[in-house]
């Protein structure tokens, strides 16, 4: 039976290689894009998931509310004291708890000077947490001494090449402090399917001595720096668990304001690890994560191009039926039911699924890498490591084989032999009307993703182009350092000298960054002292941070170098600050008091506001101060024209200030554009598929056309004979299907809008759907069919008559 198939597929194939053509191109170009993003897909969903306990393991989050209870900061860290007292007041809860505090030391060894991303101090209880695998040493013996360091497989190779580490040691400078580490322990590298990626694990004694021992370590509420992961025994309810936290906060805290406990002002939150990377984008976590909404939309993607696939597949099927009528009757005269017709057809278009998806995996193949390079993942379809591969491409196969055979093979069984073999069959009115919904759906999915990559541009370049409020240009970031800060004055004055810098000034934060500081205070109101109920996020700066980022000031003055008090008093706040305190106006608030984290004096100057933060965030308030104990960063305005020399200069000079350390210059605008990295890599995809999609579109349009410009070759003939133009040839071939396309782009205006302004809710400052988004996607898909359709019908209308009349 299969062989018969077989023939008839290759007899027809002969026939019509166009058909066959298109049908596996299409069908082939969709399965690739399926099978990419299901194995993008599957990536995503494993995340964390190897871990041998990681359906009891969960991330500790920390939230603070403004009065109204609208949440006005939410980290991925809490503070040190919060994981062992979840241990010992849960203690029948909990099973084990362990913290993680990132810093990023230059680790040196021999010749060798690292600056590493990944290292971590832990407490020994995170072995009992997470399934990291160790190849020597023992984990917890490792971290017991203050000097104890585990480091990953990579990093062993890094250092010591192909040496035994184990008992090397490694200096370490932290913080402008020189301390040495003994490799304990050599573990496995972290899957890449994890959110975060430890190469060194060293023990958490240096860190409580940081923070003045364990008394202070344990009482320090503020310092919201530590990853906490809690291990709940068997049958715990997270949910549960979590709703008693506000107790551990109120037994330990103080009071959020008299009379109000602290839960009120701050609470804790705990999640599935598993959920971590793509439902958790919180104001920190420990490396950037994915977004569900983001599968989703590349689920639907794949979906979408794998149905137009098909309705090509069952548009020109059925569009060929005339052809294979008489096929259909003599088979029927001969004996053969409906049921065997059904599966004769089923099994043709069974065998063309098959032939696309070995083109398909040849594809993928091919275009595999590029894919895992796009995507920054490594995917690989390895069927012997993966078998159930296997069953998810069995699966794809029936699945699209039963999709776009079904009603081909039901509407070509369905042929009345009687008719057909007097030559009196013509397709029915209804199965022609389906026909055209499938083009309608078509050009309508085909739209909907040309809209999206229109929109997805539009506020990419929104954002990219936006004003921001402050000069962003041609501002380059370095790290600084202790010996730096104490001589900064020194080093400014010489940096300042040279032609190519106008301007420098540190900071405790940079735009493009996030404002994750604040701390509590109040404010001169109505001549009364008022404690302040909304998040004020605070930046230390030098007195010429504001004019070397051109930050205007609305309202009083800026910083004065010979104010001796400005050092010790001087408070700058933004308009969104004044607003949130309840001054009516800049000019009110200049010369109020302001008491903020401790320090007393008056709000001197008020900013303009403007754009700290990408535009994903809403402008905070804000308030600029001048004490330098955070200043760790160093903001340097340079001349464009001469940028290369100034950056090897730089280089020079960084080298003599910071020794063995890499210079890695941060560009502020690179640093807002890095912010939109995932919507950069939204419009690649929505453009490269969206591509995709109105290719396999045209292509059936083509192929449809082509079918019907055939059937009507001699009605053609006959009216060129009459006198007919070729405009009206056009117009009575292209009407009905540029008629199609038109109906599918009314149809996606809708769902398009829809979808896109769900999307652009992810922004605090996006721009507007406008009418010339729809306009130019119409335009964009209706000339694209315009052109496919009038290739066809130009050839029909150009071909000589006689020989058209002369066709049937």
């Known amino acids: 039976m299969l062989k018969n198939y077989f023939k008839i597929l290759v007899r027809n194939t002969r026939k019509n290689p166009l058909y066959m053509f298109i049908n596996v191109f299409g069908l082939a170009v969709g399965m690739v894009v399926s099978i990419l993003i299901f194995l993008f897909v599957q990536h995503e969903l494993s995340y964390d998931r190897y871990h041998a306990n990681a359906d009891r393991i969960y991330r500790v989050s920390r939230a603070w509310f403004n009065p109204d209870g609208e949440i006005s900061l939410h980290l991925g860290h809490t503070a040190p004291p919060f994981g062992p007292l979840i241990q010992s007041d849960f203690s029948e809860d909990v099973e084990a708890v362990g913290r993680f505090f990132h810093y990023d030391p230059l680790v040196k060894y021999e010749n060798k000077a690292f600056e590493e991303e990944n290292f971590y101090f832990v407490d020994p209880e995170v072995f009992d947490i997470f399934s990291f695998k160790m190849i020597e040493g023992e984990s917890k013996e490792a971290l017991a001494n203050s000097d104890g360091l585990i480091i990953t497989e990579s990093m062993s190779k890094k250092y010591f090449g192909e040496e035994n580490p184990i008992g090397k040691e490694l200096d370490l400078n932290i913080a402008g402090q020189e301390a040495t580490f003994q490799v304990r322990g050599l573990m496995e590298d972290m899957p890449d399917n994890s959110h975060f990626h430890a190469e060194f694990l060293a023990s958490m004694a240096p860190v409580i001595d940081f923070y003045g021992g364990q008394e202070a370590f344990m009482s320090n509420y ?18 549960a668990f979590e709703s008693r936290l506000p107790e551990l906060i109120d037994r330990h805290m103080s009071e959020y304001q008299p009379g109000i406990p602290a839960s009120k002002g701050t609470q804790l939150f705990m999640w599935p690890m598993t959920d971590v990377h793509l439902y958790s984008n919180l104001d920190s976590e420990m490396e950037p994560n994915g977004n569900i909404d983001y599968v989703y939309v590349y689920l639907a993607v794949a979906l979408f191009i794998l149905l137009i696939a098909c309705i090509n597949f069952m548009n020109l099927s059925t569009a060929r039926s005339s052809m294979r009528s008489m096929e259909v009757g003599l088979r ?60 998810g491409l069995v699966s794809l196969v029936l699945i699209v084989g039963l999709v776009s055979g079904s009603y081909p093979a039901l509407f070509l069984s369905g042929f009345s032999p009687a008719k057909v073999l007097k030559g009196a069959f013509k397709a029915g009115k209804g199965h022609e009307q389906f026909r055209s919904v499938l083009v309608v759906g078509q050009f309508a999915i085909s739209v909907v993703l040309i809209v999206a990559v229109l929109v997805v541009v539009r506020q990419l370049d929104f954002m990219q182009s936006k004003d921001l409020g402050f000069e962003k240009e041609d501002i380059v970031v370095l790290p600084s350092s202790s010996a730096i800060q104490e001589n900064y004055l020194i080093i400014k004055d010489r940096l300042e000298s040279h032609p190519g810098i106008n301007a420098v000034s540190v900071s405790s934060r940079v735009p493009s960054g996030r404002l994750l500081d604040s701390q509590g205070g109040t404010a001169e109101i109505d001549g009364e002292m008022t404690q302040l109920n909304v998040r004020i996020a605070d930046v230390e700066v030098s007195h010429n ?9 609305v309202a009083g003055r800026d910083f004065d170098y010979n104010l001796a008090s400005d050092s010790t008093e001087a408070f700058i706040l933004n308009e969104a600050a004044i607003r949130e305190i309840g001054w009516t106006s800049p000019e009110e608030a200049i010369g109020k008091k302001f008491h903020y984290g401790g320090k007393r004096g008056f709000v001197t100057g008020v900013m303009q506001n403007f754009h700290f933060e990408s535009l994903h965030q809403p402008i905070v308030p ?51 554009n890095r912010q939109y990295e995932a919507e950069e890599r939204v419009k690649t995809i929505f453009t490269f598929f969206s591509g995709l999609a109105v290719i396999i579109s045209i292509l059936g349009l083509f192929g449809l056309t082509t079918f019907a410009t055939q059937q009507r070759t001699r009605e053609i003939g006959i009216r060129k004979v009459m006198g007919a133009a070729t405009a009206n040839i056009l117009i009575l071939l292209g009407k009905d299907f540029l008629k199609l396309v038109l109906i599918g782009f009314v149809i996606a205006i809708p769902i398009s809008w829809f979808g896109m302004s769900g999307w652009l809710e992810g922004f605090a400052y996006k721009i507007g759907i406008n009418w010339t988004v729809f306009l130019w996607a119409g335009l964009i898909a209706g000339a694209i069919a315009a052109i496919t359709v009038m290739s066809q019908s130009l050839k029909a209308a150009w071909a000589d008559p006689v020989k058209s009349i002369k066709s049937e």
């Open 622 to 672: 804000l308030v600029f101060m001048v004490p330098q104990d955070r200043n760790n960063l160093i903001s340097l305005k340079i001349n464009a024209e001469n940028k290369e020399q100034t950056l090897a200069y730089l280089q020079e000079e960084w080298a003599a200030l910071r020794p063995d350390f890499p210079f890695e210059p941060l560009f502020v605008d690179e640093g807002f």
């Open 332 to 391: 029927k005269v001969m004996g053969a039911d409906k049921s065997r017709l059904i599966r004769q057809f089923m099994g043709e278009s069974f065998m063309m699924t098959t032939i696309s998806m070995i083109f398909a995996l040849i594809l993928v193949y091919l275009f595999l890498p590029t894919f895992s390079n796009f995507t920054g993942k490594e995917f690989s379809l390895n069927f012997i490591q993966n078998p159930e591969y296997v069953l």
């Open 222 to 239: 503020g310092g919201n720096n530590f990853s906490t992961f809690v291990l709940l025994n068997e049958g715990v309810d997270y949910k």
């Open 545 to 553: 941070f504001l004019d070397t980022y051109g930050i205007p000031v």
